[in-house]
């Protein structure tokens, strides 16, 4: 799979990098406060993250005033195995380099997604991605062979938190897996073993290879 960089028009229909946001201190903290382990942990609120000032300045201008957690991702990955959305945008902030395996919205078929369809980019550490809503994506990927990756994850306040008990009305509320999260697993991942809602279609697409 070719791997392209988040600054390139392809990422275009997938997201964007703001500018104008100093995340010195945000890396340094990230680093010195969450592991790094050997699989893929998430966390969706970071004390010690959420006290800086830089997450006002995300509430505020990013975010529009909206209430936010910073979390993180953080491991060593090169599969894609799930794809999840959100209503809203998310925030990506890497201590170090990572990639971002991402599809878009529109091109899911009655609720599935071919795998073909999945798409590679780079993220050069300390750059704030906007991922948009409309966009595919789950856990980051190394960017080299080996390497680990500590990546920021900023959301509404919520997000990733528990399921509300919902009765289904149609085919898209089958796949709610968590507070603001709409999930589609590959049969081959963790998370069909556990239940989630399988819907992607082709093979667990895995860059190892590519890196």
């Known amino acids: 799979m070719q791997i392209r960089s988040v ?4 990422f275009a229909p997938y997201g964007k990098v703001l500018p104008g946001y100093d995340t010195a201190r945000l890396t340094e903290t990230l680093r010195a406060v969450t592991p790094v382990p050997a699989g893929v942990d998430y966390v969706p609120a ?6 800086l000032p830089i997450a006002a300045l995300f509430s505020a201008n990013a975010y529009g005033g909206m209430p936010i957690q910073l979390g993180w991702c953080n491991g060593h990955n090169t599969k894609l195995n799930c794809l999840e959305y959100h209503r809203d945008s998310e925030l990506n ?17 009655d609720g599935r997604l071919d795998t073909a369809k999945v798409r590679a980019f780079r993220a050069p550490a300390g750059a704030v991605v906007e991922v948009y809503a409309t966009t595919l994506h789950y856990a980051p990927c190394s960017a080299a062979p080996g390497d680990g990756f500590q990546v920021v994850i900023v959301l509404p306040r919520g997000t990733n938190g528990p399921k509300p008990a919902i009765t289904p009305l149609n085919q898209e509320d089958e796949t709610l897996w968590a507070c603001n999260k709409w999930l589609l697993a590959h049969p ?5 073993a556990q239940g ?5 279609d082709g093979v667990n697409v895995d860059i190892a290879a590519d890196l």
């Open 46 to 51: 970071q004390p010690e993250l959420e006290a």
């Open 188 to 192: 081959d991942s963790a998370e069909a």
């Open 196 to 200: 989630a809602p399988v819907g992607l």
């Open 93 to 109: 902030i890497g201590a170090q380099d990572y990639i971002l395996l991402v599809a878009r919205a529109d091109d899911m078929a």
């Open 7 to 10: 600054f390139d028009p392809e």
